[in-house]
């Protein structure tokens, strides 16, 4: 059983910057396709960013573009998202998710584990 605990998330004000950990269990990790999504109050899931297996690809939604990162550490079963030149927009509930095999989905539904989400606030 894999299980993704995420952390980092907090109140943030617009133009500053937070950097969000998911710590991962089992071993998984290593052979998991990694992603970041975030859901909004009143709004559906979305994808954020998402990191190969390797961590030498790594694909964005446009809304994090130039802003947000995307990496991760094998060695401590960690996918991290630093973020950067917050926008209000960005205030949501942060999800981390895994996959097993290759490709960058991002589509929420392609991904077999999730972690249970840390909030995000960007005030103004």
């Known amino acids: 059983q894999v299980q993704l605990v995420e952390s980092g998330g907090g109140l943030e004000q617009a133009g500053g910057s937070l950097r969000l950990s998911c710590a991962t269990s089992?071993?998984?990790?290593?052979?998991?396709?990694m992603g970041w999504f975030r859901q909004a109050p009143g709004k559906e899931r979305e994808f954020v960013a998402g990191?190969?297996?390797?961590?030498?690809?790594?694909y964005y939604a446009d809304s994090a573009k130039d802003r947000f990162t995307i990496s991760r550490d094998n060695a401590k079963n960690t996918v991290y998202l630093q973020m950067n030149s917050l926008k209000l927009e960005d205030t949501a509930v942060y999800y981390c998710?895994?996959?097993?095999?290759?490709?960058?989905?991002?589509?929420?539904?392609?991904?077999?584990?999730w972690g249970q989400g840390t909030q995000v606030t960007v005030s103004s």
């Open positions: 990191i190969s297996i390797s961590g030498l690809r790594r």
């Open positions: 089992g071993r998984t990790f290593s052979s998991a396709t």
């Open positions: 998710a895994a996959r097993r095999g290759p490709g960058i989905p991002t589509v929420g539904g392609e991904y077999e584990y």
